[in-house]
């Protein structure tokens, strides 16, 4: 049971590049979300999706894209890399439901932006 | 907006000690109520939880009782250990009503590093 797999774990990106994280989740989860942990700041949600071809923005969307085209993965594009997004990313999935709705945590990619 | 407020830290202690981290939260509607834990090197994991008021989560020694008159949820352990230092993380996930879907969409605290010695 692999839960939620997200590479690469570490990555180094010179200003400009651009490049993708991948997220993939074994357990149909429907609701899927990225996130970026800086210190002291906790986790801050970037994009998020419901479903498959439905995706929406978070709190600190801006120089990522997502898409959503099925429901397992669920990949992150940095489209021109800043020092400013030099962070850890954490991908996460659960199900969509009443009551509550425990959250499945990748184990990160580290990126600096050099 | 919903947000949620976690003690300062970073906290030391030592084995065998009482741990409190306080959170309280802000939030409209019927918030689900988590801590999390993260581990050095690893991703979050779900350390206890509670859906309405009062209920109380506990996990592997940790207990956290959802107070809806103080909006808190405070993290208590009688009784800690090396191997429980980690970042602690008090999070919400907020529903429109009691019986509502709640999306996983969660709002965290910043953090409570939590350093335990010998």
């Known amino acids: 049971n692999a839960g939620v797999t997200q590479t690469p774990k570490f990555q180094v990106l010179k200003t400009g590049q651009s490049m993708t994280l991948q997220c993939a989740q074994d357990m149909n989860h429907e609701y899927m979300s990225w996130y970026r942990q800086d210190p002291g700041m906790g986790l801050r949600l970037i994009h998020y999706?419901?479903?498959?071809?439905?995706?929406d923005q978070g709190e600190v969307p801006n120089g990522y894209n997502v898409s959503r085209s099925t429901t397992e993965d669920f990949p992150l594009r940095l489209l021109s890399a800043a020092p400013s997004q030099t962070s850890v990313y954490f991908c996460a999935s659960s199900y969509l439901g009443t009551g509550n709705t425990e959250a499945f945590f990748g184990q990160g990619t580290r990126l600096t932006v050099v | 907006g919903d947000s949620v407020t976690q003690m300062e830290g970073p906290v030391t202690l030592s084995e065998e000690a009482f741990l409190t981290i306080n959170c309280t939260y802000t939030?409209?509607?019927?918030?689900?109520l988590f801590w999390y834990v993260q581990y050095p090197g690893e991703g979050l994991q779900l350390l206890l939880k509670a859906t309405k008021a009062d209920d109380k989560g506990s996990n592997k020694g940790f207990e956290a009782t959802y107070r809806k008159e103080t909006t808190s949820f405070h993290l208590e352990k009688g009784s800690v250990q090396v191997s429980d230092s980690a970042v602690y993380f008090c999070a919400l996930s907020a529903r429109t009503n009691a019986g509502g879907t709640s999306y996983g969409k969660l709002t965290f605290g910043q953090g409570t590093i939590l350093t335990v010695h010998p």
């Open positions: 939030a409209t509607g019927y918030p689900s």
């Open positions: 999706s419901v479903g498959a071809g439905i995706t």
